[in-house]
């Protein structure tokens, strides 16, 4: 029998009450402590592998002015603290200068540290979508997960989860621009739709540099869709009477001496015979009536 995965209750709000009111309210209450920034190790798997500079820059600003307005959550190790929530604003602070950062310790077990990192991140700070993506896939391995269970404990439609998966399997040069913010999730999950790596390619390419919006993307791939279905049509059309009329159409070209097409079947169709000059015209016309 499998183990019972822990559940963390309450979504968002339980697992992260500390935001719910303010440093100055908590310390009152002796619920943070402060650390200083030497102490404090940072998570090497926390979902989040990328930190905008200007937002950092604009961030320790605000920290400079204001403070910390919210505690860094955090895991004690030893006499050492792991970042579980807050890392951006801990890498703010330095920037600011700051020594010591309020932090409230929490003892989770490494399942919902795991959550808790990503659900900071996805709720409060906007990871990429390639980030968000690794981070549930991340989960649903690490702790034998369903895509279902990932739902719930994320506040995230099954259907969600699945479309944020499908990004994965996109050509690293597309997850790339995912990452890089030239795409949006919205962009890579109409894409995800699509099965040739070389149209998946050039279509990306195309959005970045003509400045594609999700909806102007839907109709591009939709207008290639309909060009390619006469083709097919054509194709097939060909494929099916080649074998009965191949033959009948090489006679007459060889009869009339000069180009000539069969569409249709062997009961019903129409010829299409070719002329180069009005001398031409007259000689098929020879031809056909007889006179030569």
Wanted: include cysteine.
């Amino acid at each position: 029998m499998a183990a019972q995965k822990k559940g963390l209750g309450r979504g968002l709000d339980a697992l992260l009450d500390p935001y719910s009111v303010s440093v100055e309210e908590q310390a009152r209450a002796g619920a943070v402590l402060t650390a200083h920034v030497r102490d404090i190790d940072t998570n090497a798997l926390q979902p989040r592998k990328q930190f905008d500079e200007q937002s950092l820059n604009e961030l320790a600003e605000s920290i400079r002015v204001h403070g910390i307005v919210q505690p860094l959550i955090v895991k004690q190790k030893g006499d050492r603290y792991m970042i579980i929530a807050g890392e951006r604003r801990f890498r703010a602070a330095r920037l600011a200068g700051l020594q010591e950062v309020p932090v409230l310790v929490a003892d989770y077990d490494e399942a919902q540290i795991h959550e808790v990192s990503l659900i900071e991140n996805i709720q409060r700070e906007n990871l990429n979508p390639i980030e968000e993506a690794a981070a549930i896939r991340f989960l649903m391995k690490q702790h034998d997960m369903t895509q279902e269970e990932v739902s719930g404990r994320l506040g995230k439609s099954r259907p969600a989860i699945a479309n944020a998966l499908r990004l994965l399997q996109l050509p690293e040069s597309v997850i790339e621009l995912l990452k890089s913010g030239a795409l949006s999730a919205g962009h890579g999950r109409t894409l995800a739709g699509l099965t040739e790596k070389w149209q998946i390619e050039q279509l990306a390419k195309e959005c970045v540099e003509r400045e594609y919006s999700v909806r102007t993307l839907e109709e591009r791939i939709k207008s290639l869709s309909e060009k390619k279905k006469p083709q097919t049509a054509a194709k097939k059309e060909k494929a099916q009477r080649s074998a009965e009329l191949a033959g009948l159409e090489e006679s007459f070209r060889e009869s009339l001496g000069t180009k000539v097409s069969l569409a249709g079947s062997s009961t019903r169709g129409k010829i299409t015979i070719e002329y180069y000059s009005r001398e031409d015209l007259e000689r098929v016309f020879e031809k056909i009536a007889g006179r030569e």
